[in-house]
């Protein structure tokens, strides 16, 4: 049997979604991925107990196939994708650490890259925003769509204030445990 359920990937939120694919894999649903709506594809299998990571792949590809195969050398299986990011997964053995996709510093250097991107989607924002501007209450286009594109852009700039602040924090998080902590 497959089922489907609607819970779309947020980087805000990606620990929790690793912990819900976890507790599903309990409950004897495999994961078989998401699609780009938001539903996360299941099928029935037996209750196994599964360790879920999502994470961010680095951009240049020898160093995206350096990355994977590292992953797989520390016994993590590609689960899914959304957009850029990776779902990673791996069977849990009782009395056995899992060894974890990145380490502290990796981590760190992945979420600064995260902040990064969104610094650059802000700016973009801005000035789209800025550039509306003069023109949302003019005759250019109608005031519908001139109040829809600043909603949209003011929805972007709350989405990278709550991401940006959340990658701040964990980092300062990471800088508390040290270096040896995932």
Same mark, same amino acid.
């Given at each position: 049997?497959?089922?489907?359920?609607?819970?779309?990937?947020?980087?805000?939120?990606?620990?929790?979604?690793?912990?819900?694919?976890?507790? #599903?894999?309990?409950?004897?649903?495999?994961?078989?991925?998401?699609?780009?709506?938001?539903?996360?594809?299941?099928?029935?299998?037996?209750?196994?107990? #599964?360790?879920?990571?999502?994470?961010?792949?680095?951009?240049?590809?020898?160093?995206?196939?350096?990355?994977?195969?590292?992953?797989?050398?520390?016994?993590?299986? #590609?689960?899914?994708?959304?957009?850029?990011?990776?779902?990673?997964?791996?069977?849990?053995?009782?009395?056995?650490?899992?060894?974890?996709?990145?380490?502290?510093?990796?981590?760190?250097? #992945?979420?600064?890259?995260?902040?990064?991107?969104?610094?650059?989607?802000?700016?973009?924002?801005?000035?789209?925003l800025f550039l509306q501007l003069p023109n949302l209450f003019g005759k250019v286009r109608p005031l519908w769509l001139n109040l829809a594109m600043t909603a949209c852009a003011l929805l972007g700039a709350i989405t990278y204030l709550r991401e940006a602040t959340y990658a701040r924090a964990r980092v300062r998080q990471l800088d508390?445990?040290?270096?040896?902590?995932?």
């Open positions: 049997m497959k089922i489907k359920k609607y819970r779309p990937f947020e980087f805000l939120h990606m620990d929790e979604q690793a912990k819900w694919l976890a507790d #599903m894999a309990r409950q004897g649903w495999h994961y078989k991925g998401g699609d780009w709506l938001g539903f996360q594809h299941f099928e029935e299998s037996a209750p196994a107990e #599964m360790a879920f990571c999502w994470d961010l792949p680095p951009r240049s590809k020898e160093n995206a196939l350096i990355y994977r195969k590292r992953c797989r050398e520390a016994g993590w299986e #590609m689960a899914s994708t959304s957009g850029r990011w990776i779902c990673w997964s791996t069977v849990v053995v009782p009395g056995q650490p899992v060894q974890p996709v990145r380490d502290n510093a990796e981590t760190k250097a #992945m979420l600064l890259t995260r902040q990064r991107q969104l610094s650059a989607q802000w700016m973009l924002m801005v000035v789209v508390a445990a040290g270096p040896t902590e995932p």
